[in-house]
C-alpha cells in the first residue's frame, strides 16, 4: 500500500463522529424510502465492510469498531424516525399516489442493480441464479395474493418480519424492504408506529410527557419485534452473505435483482388499480423512476468522488 493509500484510509476511519451521524441518517432514510437500499448506502460511505465485521464478530471488533459506528448507528435511528412521519404524510394524504410513486421509486433502482449485477460477471450461472430467484420470490406472492394469508393483521409476528426486511435491507447490498413491505399493507403500520415512538421521545424531552405517558405513546409492543427481527437477521446473516459475496458476488447480485423484481411485479398488478386515473398513476411511476434514476447518478458520483 503506497503512503497515499495510507493517508485515504486513515482519514476514512477517522472521519468525524458528525459525518459518520449524518452518513448513518441517510442510512436510515434509504431503509425505508422506496428506490434506495440502505446496503448500498452502507457501501458507498465506506460503512458496510466495518458493519459485516463488527456483526460478525462483535466482542473481538468491539473496541476497534465502536468510535465510527456508534455516530452512525445513532444517526440510522433518527434517520428512520424522521422520514417515517413524513411518509405517512403522504399516505394519509393520497394513498394510491404515494404507492405510485414509491413503485416508481422502486423500478428506478432496478437499472443500477442491473449494472452492478453486471459488473460482478455474468454468465449461466447468474441468469439461473436469477431466474430461481424471481419465480420462488414471485410465487410466494401469488400464494398470498389468492390465499387469505395477504390479510395481515399487525401484530407481534408481523412487525418481527417488518424488522427482518428493514434488516435485509442493510445487510444485503441492493435489497429495498420496501416492496414487500407495500405489497403486504405493512408500510402505513410501521411508518405509524415509528412516528409514535419518535413523538413519545419529542414529547418526553420536551418536558410535555412524563416517563410514563412517553412509554404508552412509544408502541414498545411493536417496536420490540421489530427491533428483534432487524437484529436477529443481524446476527443470523452477516457471516453468510459476506461469504457468500466473497465466493459467488456475480450470482449473488442477480439473485438480489431476480428477488426485487419480483417482489415490485404484483404491486403493479394487484394493488396498483389501472383501471381509474391511468394517466395520472403512470404520471406518477414515471415520476417515482426519474427520481430514482437522478439519485442514482448522484450516488455514482459520490462513490466516485470516494475512490
Request: aromatic share 12%.
Amino acid at each position: 500500500m503506497s503512503e497515499n493509500d495510507t493517508i485515504t484510509e486513515k482519514k476514512k476511519k477517522t472521519a468525524p463522529a458528525v459525518v459518520r451521524f449524518f452518513q448513518g441518517m441517510l442510512v436510515g432514510v434509504g431503509g425505508i424510502l422506496p428506490g434506495i437500499s440502505g446496503g448500498v448506502l452502507c457501501a458507498i460511505f465506506g460503512l458496510y465492510q466495518p458493519v459485516m465485521e463488527f456483526l460478525a464478530h462483535p466482542v473481538k471488533n468491539f473496541r476497534s469498531h465502536i468510535k465510527l459506528l456508534l455516530p452512525a448507528g445513532i444517526g440510522l435511528v433518527v434517520g428512520f424516525l424522521a422520514l417515517a412521519r413524513l411518509v405517512l404524510l403522504a399516505f394519509d394524504k393520497n394513498g394510491v399516489i404515494a404507492t405510485c410513486v414509491f413503485t416508481g421509486l422502486i423500478l428506478g433502482m432496478l437499472p443500477s442493480l442491473w449494472r452492478e449485477a453486471e459488473e460482478k460477471g455474468r454468465g449461466k450461472a447468474s441468469y439461473i441464479t436469477m431466474a430461481a430467484a424471481f419465480a420462488a420470490v414471485f410465487g410466494i406472492f401469488l400464494v398470498l395474493e389468492f390465499t387469505s394469508a395477504k390479510a395481515v393483521e399487525p401484530g407481534f409476528f408481523w412487525f418481527f418480519v417488518s424488522g427482518v426486511l428493514f434488516g435485509l435491507g442493510i445487510v444485503v447490498p441492493g435489497m429495498s424492504a420496501s416492496s414487500p413491505l407495500l405489497y403486504l399493507g405493512l408500510m402505513e403500520p410501521l411508518l405509524d408506529v415509528a412516528g409514535s415512538f419518535a413523538d413519545g421521545i419529542a414529547g418526553f424531552i420536551g418536558g410535555s410527557l412524563g416517563f410514563a405517558q412517553a412509554v404508552s405513546v412509544m408502541r414498545f409492543d411493536a417496536v420490540l419485534p421489530f427491533v428483534i427481527g432487524v437484529v436477529g437477521i443481524f446476527v443470523a446473516l452477516s457471516r453468510l452473505v459476506t461469504a457468500i459475496i466473497g465466493k459467488h458476488p456475480a450470482e449473488f447480485y442477480h439473485g438480489i435483482f431476480g428477488i426485487v423484481a419480483a417482489t415490485t411485479l404484483p404491486i403493479l398488478i394487484f394493488t396498483v388499480d389501472f383501471a381509474h386515473g391511468t394517466l395520472i398513476k403512470l404520471a406518477c411511476i414515471a415520476a417515482g423512476f426519474a427520481a430514482a434514476w437522478l439519485l442514482d447518478r448522484v450516488q455514482m458520483r459520490f462513490a466516485g468522488d470516494n475512490v
